[in-house]
């Protein structure tokens, strides 16, 4: 029997895995090693502490096993610079860690290169990266100029010093995955780019050697052991279960969080994400493309106070369950990744005086919020799954949440060494997966308090960095060119049924709408009823106002049919309805409070009942009204979404709007003038629209939603 050696050296520690041939572990072994913050920009770590680990651990975990080990895999974090001397091989400074920003005004001379920068390298002009780092240390550090002018210097990521230490020989080398994370690195050529080495002035003589991530890099010193993989850490584990599939993302949270995407045999082109180089052999590269939230799991812990690391995981756990109304949070740890690559803004939290449980919801929160902004980019329309690993995923409410917001299942394996499994399988040379258990599953579920999170975080972002006033980015328009908004039954499909009663409302659902809207007005004795009028003459013939009756009363009154009806229909109540919600969770309900019950009743009362029946049943239910009070109540009182039904499209309103913030805005589509309708963190819907032509015109315009009452006439543009 044989083995494999997987070393995974982390930011926060070095772990070594030994598998079989087949892919069970055998071993581990795990040391932490610390990380030093010296201040907002610049974050450090031991170089000689991190290889001493390295070492431990594989000492460690050869010593637990009696089979034979084959051969191994080094997978590092990146863009983390150690520079060292190439006769002793001791570093020379402290590693500067990936998160570190130190470089930022160095690399502002180059701001008018950083397109052609980007062109070459897959890589924002940004100080994470090793180029910048270098440039300081060779203007910076006395002991690093001084090894430097004796011709001694080496410098490279964190996985060139550790082989330049672990192996026999001292080889300078770096492969593809790591040299790709230095803005010196050429994608197409696989080598070094004189081009930028001449911009940045960096001698390719301090340099290491570039190499096929698959290769033979030599021996382990005192181990009779071969060295055939080496990688970054995410570029491991997007191969944790084999080749990675094409409608799949993996989503890694550490210290930072990370989506990778595979992109075939060619280097990606995207100017707001990162190409890099999923895995190189001799002649072939694959590709992948990334983004990257600089601040996850650090950010997190910067919250943790004097709790153990399990103690702390349980208090997140029950605060994902129990928090429902956290703040919003701009979060800034290591400056804002992609698709943003902003260096220098300031974390914040909306409001301010938030308590520490839901600013630690905020945060991680944030983290899913800037993962969707990535898998958006990377059209997230083709995205069938996601997978998840690392620290933060074994939050079963942060993948739940991640599942909600993206409407995409996401898959956890119950593995947690994702990147040792990948490391090792890529060492190992086999082109078939490893059997692993079945992941865990989240599916996707009605989430609309969450999403209106996700929408008021993107206007503050927004707000925050100065961007355009249009609150779509350009490229919407051209995704929307061929499609039509989500459908929403009007009074339900009244086009074919009396309105507002279930037959019509269970019609629309059959015939596909995405939502379904309903009125509802009080009886007299303040039951909630299924009613647009204040008078019943219309629907029921019948005489007096609908609060004039008794629910039982009212439920007494026929419907007056309509065309389809094969029976006749009784008034329904709220409690009905909420029956049909139950059942049919993925599609939304919105439910207009109607200005005449709350007349009658007041505000209060009205409100009070509604967010009582609704909390615990009606979490796809939004609460929409054209009274801006009771909007204000709820708002206030729960965390259901809500949509204000606008009586003018006006300077005045959309004051109001951007004081309300509600999850909707709804408008006669009459009202509009032809232009995009205002940004903000709101969906826009507007009211009523049959014509499939037009429905698409005002799609074209920005509105996501279109109430109808012909539902399957509009369904069939789909």
């Known amino acids: 029997m044989s083995a494999i050696l997987a070393i995974d050296q982390g930011t926060h520690a070095s772990r070594a895995v030994v598998f079989d041939t087949a892919g069970r572990i055998l071993a581990v072994a795990m040391q932490p090693v610390a990380l030093r913050r010296l201040d907002a920009v610049q974050v450090e770590q031991n170089a000689v502490e991190i290889l001493q680990s390295v070492r431990g651990v594989i000492d460690t975990v050869l010593e637990k096993i009696s089979v034979q080990v084959k051969s191994a895999g080094l997978a590092t974090q990146r863009s983390t610079l150690v520079a060292w001397d190439r006769e002793t091989g001791e570093p020379l400074a402290p590693a500067i860690s990936w998160q570190d920003r130190r470089a930022a005004n160095l690399l502002q001379p180059y701001a008018d290169r950083a397109a052609a920068i980007h062109a070459i390298t897959g890589l924002p002009l940004s100080p994470h990266y090793l180029a910048g780092k270098i440039k300081w240390l060779l203007e910076n550090d006395r002991a690093v100029q001084a090894v430097f002018q004796s011709g001694r210097l080496c410098v490279g990521p964190l996985a060139s010093f550790l082989c330049a230490n672990l192996l026999c020989g001292k080889p300078h080398v770096v492969d593809h995955s790591n040299a790709a994370r230095s803005l010196l690195f050429d994608l197409r050529r696989l080598d070094w780019s004189p081009e930028l080495l001449a911009l940045f002035e960096i001698p390719r003589s301090i340099l290491p050697e570039c190499r096929t991530t698959l290769a033979e890099y030599g021996s382990l010193i005192g181990h009779d052991i071969e060295l055939c993989c080496v990688c970054g850490d995410q570029n491991a584990a997007i191969h944790a279960e084999g080749i990675p599939a094409a409608d799949t993302a993996l989503i890694n949270i550490g210290s930072g969080a990370f989506v990778l995407r595979e992109a075939g045999v060619n280097p990606p082109r995207h100017e707001r994400l990162l190409g890099g180089i999923a895995v190189s052999r001799d002649n072939h590269v694959d590709y992948l493309l990334e983004g990257t939230v600089n601040g996850a799991g650090s950010a997190v812990d910067a919250m943790r106070e004097q709790e153990t690391e399990e103690e702390f995981r349980q208090l997140m756990t029950q605060w994902l369950a129990d928090v429902v109304d956290p703040p919003i949070c701009i979060n800034t740890i290591g400056g804002l990744g992609s698709p943003w690559w902003i260096d220098q803004a300031p974390m914040c939290f909306v409001p301010e005086n938030a308590d520490r449980a839901k600013r630690i919801i905020a945060i991680m929160e944030s983290i899913l919020f800037m993962l969707l902004d990535n898998l958006a980019e990377m059209a997230r329309d083709s995205i069938q799954k996601i997978r998840i690993s690392g620290g933060l995923s074994r939050l079963d409410g942060l993948c739940q949440r991640l599942a909600d917001l993206a409407g995409i299942p996401v898959a956890r394996t119950t593995d947690h060494e994702a990147t040792a499994r990948g490391v090792a399988w890529l060492a190992l040379g086999s082109d078939q997966p490893w059997t692993q258990e079945q992941p865990e599953l989240f599916t996707p579920r009605t989430n609309p308090a969450l999403k209106r999170r996700y929408r008021h975080y993107?206007?503050?972002?927004?707000?925050a960095l100065g961007a355009k006033a249009d609150w779509r980015r350009e490229s919407d328009t051209t995704t929307r060119l061929?499609?039509?908004?989500?459908?929403?039954a009007h009074r339900g499909y009244r086009g074919r049924h009396a309105e507002n009663t279930l037959t019509s409302i269970t019609a629309a659902i059959d015939s596909g709408a995405d939502a379904v809207e309903f009125d509802i007005q009080f009886s007299r004795d303040a039951e909630p009823m299924i009613f647009h009028d204040e008078t019943l003459a219309r629907m029921t013939g019948e005489q007096g106002r609908i609060f004039d009756y008794s629910r039982e009363q009212l439920k007494q009154f026929a419907i007056l049919s309509a065309a389809e009806d094969l029976a006749k229909e009784r008034i329904p109540d709220l409690g009905q309805v909420i029956e049909v919600m139950a059942a049919h969770p993925r599609v939304l309900f919105f439910a207009e409070v109607k200005r005449h019950t709350l007349d009658h009743f007041g505000i209060e009362k009205v409100m009070r009942r509604l967010l009582a029946d609704l909390r615990d049943n009606g979490k796809h239910c939004i609460l929409i009204s054209f009274e801006h009070e009771c909007l204000e109540y709820a708002r206030r009182n729960s965390a259901l979404a809500i949509g204000w039904v606008l009586r003018e499209y006006d300077a005045a309103h959309r004051a109001a709007a951007e004081r309300l913030l509600p999850d909707y805005l709804i408008v006669n589509h009459?009202?509009?003038?032809?232009?995009?309708?205002?940004?903000?963190?709101?969906?826009?819907?507007?009211?009523?629209?049959?014509?499939?032509?037009?429905?698409?015109?005002?799609?074209r315009l920005g509105v996501d939603w279109i109430s109808t009452a012909a539902v399957s006439e509009l369904k069939e543009c789909h």
Do not use: F
């Open 458 to 463: 993107r206007h503050v972002l927004l707000t």
């Open 482 to 488: 061929n499609k039509i908004p989500r459908i929403v």
């Open 670 to 699: 009459e009202k509009l003038t032809g232009e995009p309708p205002w940004p903000g963190p709101w969906d826009w819907m507007v009211y009523e629209i049959n014509d499939r032509e037009l429905a698409g015109q005002y799609y």
